[in-house]
């Protein structure tokens, strides 16, 4: 069965299927801080559909990472390990886009996770 959250005006926020939850794109909502800043935004709303959905940051299958400037990865892994356990790592790449809709989006956020 395939269930439907959240939705919005051009996706769903999350669609489950088969015990697997699939996250739409999400960026930080105040987009006027830094990288290190937007990842942890990015986080905090990561385990609110997660949480949506059924399920924790500790089942997460795959991630990818959309940035915008390459040269801000370090910073931007500190703030991705600072809210993960170590032992819990997803699957993750990270790709280096042109922009992501306004010059202020550093980066947008895709993951898959088990229910």
Same mark, same amino acid.
Do not use: Y
């Given at each position: 069965?395939?269930?439907?959250?959240?939705?919005?005006?051009?996706?769903?926020?999350?669609?489950?299927?088969?015990? &697997?939850?699939?996250?739409?794109?999400?960026?930080?909502?105040?987009?006027?801080?830094?990288?290190?800043?937007?990842?942890?935004?990015?986080?905090?709303?990561?385990?609110?559909?997660?949480?949506?959905?059924?399920?924790?940051?500790?089942?997460?299958?795959?991630?990818?990472?959309?940035?915008?400037?390459?040269?801000?990865?370090?910073?931007?892994?500190?703030?991705?390990?600072?809210?993960?356990?170590?032992?819990?790592?997803?699957?993750?790449?990270? &790709?280096?886009?042109?922009?992501?809709?306004?010059?202020?989006?550093?980066?947008?956020?895709?993951?898959?996770?088990?229910?």
């Amino acid at each position: 069965m395939i269930k439907r959250i959240e939705k919005t005006k051009i996706m769903h926020r999350v669609v489950t299927h088969n015990g &697997i939850a699939f996250l739409g794109g999400i960026i930080a909502d105040d987009v006027t801080v830094g990288m290190g800043g937007q990842v942890t935004q990015i986080c905090a709303k990561l385990d609110q559909v997660l949480a949506l959905a059924g399920t924790d940051k500790t089942k997460l299958l795959s991630a990818q990472l959309f940035i915008t400037d390459m040269s801000l990865k370090n910073e931007m892994n500190e703030s991705w390990l600072a809210w993960l356990n170590g032992d819990d790592l997803p699957a993750r790449a990270t &790709i280096g886009v042109a922009d992501l809709g306004a010059p202020e989006i550093k980066i947008e956020v895709v993951v898959t996770a088990a229910v």
